[in-house]
């Protein structure tokens, strides 16, 4: 496979942060400084993974390894998922559940049927597509479901009073977070090919892969993306009805984010 | 009679604190059933949240609430609601037409069922098809009590039902009202309007400063 970019070539490329950085200063948008740490800060994160994933995916290494890694990303995005939103109750176990239960699903199908082969290399890159992917629709239906039980208590309270189960008397809510989580990436799956070459294929088109098998890779993993949504929207509402209602069915008090 | 069997809810030494604060103090009453028994107060005496306690929509920080001498933690939350149904402040449709906000309540029923649903609380059954959120004011609330209904409750809390009605449609709810205490459903209605309360009541209880002190304006209307 070629590498067409070598370190000369990136450098070269700091060209098109000088073009925004510059067009900030021409504007007067104070935003140039802002554009330079944040390019900086993306090309050190990028090289530190870069080194660390040529150690966990030299040849020879044990598949544990990445395995560590992926354990590690799960982690990291169930407390990015939590501090974006922060209102929404339990969300760093929830999240760890649901990316820990999409995982199983969408690895377990990729892998155990053997579309991929299953090694560090095709590992650690689906996992991390996966979970990043997930993660916005993760946080979507927490925050969203959260702010309906809360704007409609009267409504849910309503169902509860005529002896509806919490569960039953949640549907309504869940369906819709579950909604508003899935649709945007449903919407994107649909323009894919015709509005915007997703990155993976870019990226194995640029690498050097054929077009057509680059296609046979992108399509698998928007199907990955679009289970591991699903999957993790409907574990992080149905955990989220867990917690937000007692055992003998009453709707918890949930702050308004103002009184955080 | 046995004397337990006409109180309905058994409150001993209720307390609910909010944030710190004591808002029930210690309340200790009997609400005898039938009729209807309506809890007047100040806003923010805690009497909204007296009405949850008993049908658990709440529970107390501490003391006991007995529903014809059972303890309410004894009960099944799902069972007991649906035998103490109750009627928000403000109209809580659900979406769709007012069949089907009557559907909630009992999926199973019949059209008949919940036509008679309606008449109970002087609605046209002509209604069941029109979408609830297009009702007036008046008609939702009474939708709701029909709601509510349609599950067979013994006991009806009403809590400020009326508050956001004009005067004459809180007259047929308050007229309403009454011919559902005639056919024995015990009513506990919470409201700060003294008229209304003078207008409907068996009995009336004030709740100031955390206590309710009741005061039986005699016995109940045959």
Known sequence: MNTPVGWAGLAVSLL?????????????????????????????????????????????????????????????????ARRRAPDVPHLLTLALASFAAAAVVTLGVLFGLHVFPLTGRTLVPIAGMMIGNSMTATVLAGRRLTDELRDKRDEVEARLALGQPSRQAAAPYVRAALRAALTPQIETTKATGLVFLPGAMTGLILAGTAPLQAVLVQAVVMFLVLAATATTTVVIALGLIRRLFTPDHRLVYLPTPADH | MDQRQTVAFELERVIVLRSGRLLLDEVTARIPAPGITVVTGPSGAGKTTLLRLLNRLEVPDGGRVCYHGQPLDELDPL??????????????????????????????????????????????????????????????????????????????????????????????????????????ITIIWVTHDTAQAARVADRIYQLRHGHLTGTPAGEARP
């Open chain 1, 16 to 80: 098109l942060v000088a073009v925004a950085a510059g067009i900030s200063w021409w504007q007067r948008l104070g935003l140039h400084r802002q554009i330079l740490i944040a390019a900086a800060r993306a090309l050190a994160q990028l090289l530190l993974v870069g080194v660390a994933l040529t150690l966990v995916l030299s040849p020879g290494r044990s598949i544990w390894w990445s395995w560590l890694w992926v354990a590690a990303m799960l982690g990291y995005a169930s407390e990015i």
């Open chain 2, 79 to 184: 069972t007991l609601r649906r035998r103490v149904g109750m009627v928000f402040q403000r109209p809580t449709p659900f979406p769709g037409s007012v069949a089907d906000n009557l559907a909630v309540a009992r999926p199973d029923a019949g059209t008949g069922e919940l036509g008679t649903a309606l008449e109970r609380v002087a609605l046209d059954p002509g209604l069941l098809g029109q979408e609830a959120r297009t009702l007036s004011g008046g008609e939702l609330q009474r939708m709701c009590l029909a709601r509510t209904l349609v599950t067979g409750p013994e006991t009806l809390l009403l809590d400020e039902p009326t508050s956001a009605l004009d005067d004459q449609p809180k007259r047929v709810f308050e007229s309403t009202a009454r011919d559902l205490a005639a056919q024995d």
